[in-house]
Nanobody, 115 residues
Framework: QVQLVESGGGLVQAGGSLRLSCAAS????????MLWYRQAPGQQRELVAD???????GYADSVKGRFTISRDNAKNTVYLQMNSLKPEDTAVYIC?????????WGQGTQVTVSS
């Protein structure tokens, strides 16, 4: 089992920045890739960014150049640095860990960007 706890969400004005964190505990040695999804009200869950165990990253087109995903394997933590935030970035941001035993999900953290 892997437990994930997100933090760092909040209310920010358009153009501002936030840094989300996702701390993993439990059987963390099983974790391969870690991902950030987001879900806005009435919309499908969207993959925002992912990072492999080796550090390779991927981003949704909507956040490229503005968001940066990183991970600290020693701390079992993945981060999402979000810059130049837009109102359309408003959503619950959810951390996911991929393991050979399956995927684990956090509870999410709310990000609200005001115009």
């Amino acid at each position: 089992q892997v437990q994930l706890v997100e933090s760092g969400g909040g209310l920010v004005q358009a153009g501002g920045s936030l840094r989300l964190s996702c701390a993993a505990s439990g059987r963390t040695f099983n974790i391969d890739a870690m991902l950030w999804y987001r879900q806005a009200p009435g919309q499908q869950r969207e993959l925002v960014a992912d990072i492999s165990s080796g550090g390779s990253t991927g981003y949704a087109d909507s956040v490229k150049g503005r968001f940066t995903i990183s991970r600290d394997n020693a701390k079992n933590t993945v981060y999402l640095q979000m810059n130049s935030l837009k109102p359309e970035d408003t959503a619950v941001y959810i951390c996911t860990a991929e393991t050979v035993a399956g995927n684990y999900w956090g509870q999410g953290t709310q990000v609200t960007v005001s115009s």
